[in-house]
């Protein structure tokens, strides 16, 4: 990998960790801006209590679209990479362009369909007759947008996967900057309000998608998107969605979980409930997004050394990662249990809001402290390519735990409102603890089987 700007296989795993992730994490946190950065304005709109809780209830149709991007992308970009460390560069192009042309696909199908069923959806979805306006006032803009969030999301992990994490993090910078730039512009002086938030964000996407797609077709790239190798190969495909299947089942399920969290919220706390947890989806991903750009930073090491048949720097890598994720999760977990109020304030200052959202803080995100050594765990298997095992790990913690709990907790707990809120937590501990136990037995499997192949070589 001589002509990359990154020697994956020789330079010192902490430098290189540092050099891939910091980038990543920057525009991981970056990224966090979109939408919190329209949440920050939405709120302190008129009415702007119930305008974040109609945006809360749109925001699981924003996390099904770009779980669609995660699907190709996140899939494709860790077999590419080993490719990459295979030395066969022109595989790894027939999987980035291949990936391309299934983008634009989704792209297509998820606008019409959303577009022609998007009222309903958010009825289902927690809407009220207070915050359907909202809603789909939102989205009607925001779904224009979608062939860019699909270009910038998805195609983004074809740079950074290359070493060009500098690259990388520009793509959603330069968006983010666009974004909140436009934000005060079109949302209070156009006077669009939620509209000229997603308006402002699909600009921004725009621009992000023109960055990504100007790289990958330019010379400073390794990898580049061709034409001779843009027709959809179903030898290709199969395996980009088999990958990418657990990254996209991470993110869809996010959606099916507020989906769960909203129509409870709303049943046992109304409109304010549906609201707070719009401000705990936000911290959510101020937690989660930063913990997914360190092991994003991490991937290409693993995978381009786990395609070098390099084990120890494979292990190195992972240690490492492992590490600073925990201590990141637990960093947060005590900032949000001491100063819950901080957080909230960020969002909204109405009173009522700030009361239910501080109380329900500590109780959702009492087992977070954990979470970090769960995406350590599930991302490094992705980075290895064992697809099977990390969807059986992303399915555990949302569908086979917390959805039900969701329901069932409100059941048998006295106060129906708290017992919601705890399905988190307990989800979160119930899940990392599995997940480390899994992990011991198979990662060490995974990679004892390689080092005897090698041997054997």
């Known amino acids: 990998m001589s002509n990359t ?18 980038p990543a994490i920057i525009a991981q946190l970056v990224n966090v801006l979109y ?38 992308g996140m899939g494709g970009a860790p077999l590419a990479a080993i490719k990459m460390g295979e030395q066969d560069n022109d595989g790894a192009e027939k999987i980035m362009s291949n990936s391309f042309s299934i983008l634009m696909i989704l792209s297509l199908i998820l606008t019409v369909g959303f577009l022609v069923f998007k009222e309903p959806i958010l009825w289902a979805f927690g809407a009220s007759e207070a915050t359907i306006g909202y809603a789909t006032d939102y989205l009607s803009v925001y779904l224009i947008g979608t062939v860019f969030v699909q270009i910038g999301l998805g195609m983004n992990p074809y740079i950074n996967t290359q070493g060009f994490a500098k690259v990388g993090m520009m793509t959603v910078t330069i968006g983010a900057i666009i974004n909140i730039v436009l934000d005060p512009i079109l949302i209070f002086g156009l ?36 034409k001779k190798y843009l027709k959809p190969d179903i030898k290709i495909i199969l395996p980009i969605l088999s990958l990418g299947v657990s990254p996209f089942i991470m993110q869809a399920t996010e959606s099916l979980v507020l989906v769960s969290l909203n129509s409870q919220l709303q049943k046992y706390g109304g409109d304010l409930a549906v609201g707070a947890m719009t401000i705990m989806s936000s911290i959510m991903q101020i937690i989660m997004l930063p913990n997914l750009g360190l092991t994003q930073g991490a991937q ?17 890598t992972f240690k490492l990662c492992l590490g600073l994720c925990f201590l990141y999760t637990t960093g947060m977990w005590l900032a949000l249990m001491m100063l819950p109020h901080v957080f909230v304030g960020i969002f909204n200052n109405d009173p009522a809001l700030m ?89 060490k499997k995974t990679l004892s089987v390689v080092d005897a192949n090698e041997k054997k070589i």
């Open 5 to 22: 700007s990154t020697d994956l296989g020789k330079e010192n795993i902490g430098k290189l960790l540092f050099k891939l992730a910091t």
């Open 35 to 72: 939408n919190i950065v329209d949440r920050i304005f939405i709120g302190r709109m008129p009415g702007g209590d119930m305008a974040m809780a109609g945006v809360g209830v749109a925001f699981p149709i924003i996390l099904i679209i770009s779980a669609f991007s995660a699907l190709v």
């Open 191 to 226: 006077g669009m309000g939620v509209k000229g938030a997603a308006l402002a964000t699909i600009l921004a996407q725009a621009v992000s998608a023109i960055w990504v797609l100007r790289f990958l077709l330019g010379k400073k790239s390794i990898l580049k998107i061709k």
């Open 300 to 316: 290409p090491i693993i995978s381009y050394n786990y395609g070098a048949k390099q084990m120890d720097r494979v292990k190195q």
């Open 355 to 443: 009361e239910i959202t501080t109380w329900s803080i500590k109780i959702y995100f009492a087992g977070i402290f954990i979470f970090g050594i769960q995406v350590a765990c599930q991302q490094t298997f992705l980075a290895l390519g064992q697809a099977k095992i990390s969807l059986i790990l992303a399915l555990l913690r949302k569908v086979i735990l917390l959805v039900p709990l969701i329901f069932i907790l409100p059941m048998v707990i006295e106060n129906q409102l708290f017992g919601v809120l705890l399905a988190e937590p307990i989800a979160d501990i119930l899940a990392a603890t599995t997940t480390i136990i899994c992990f011991m037995v198979f990662y």
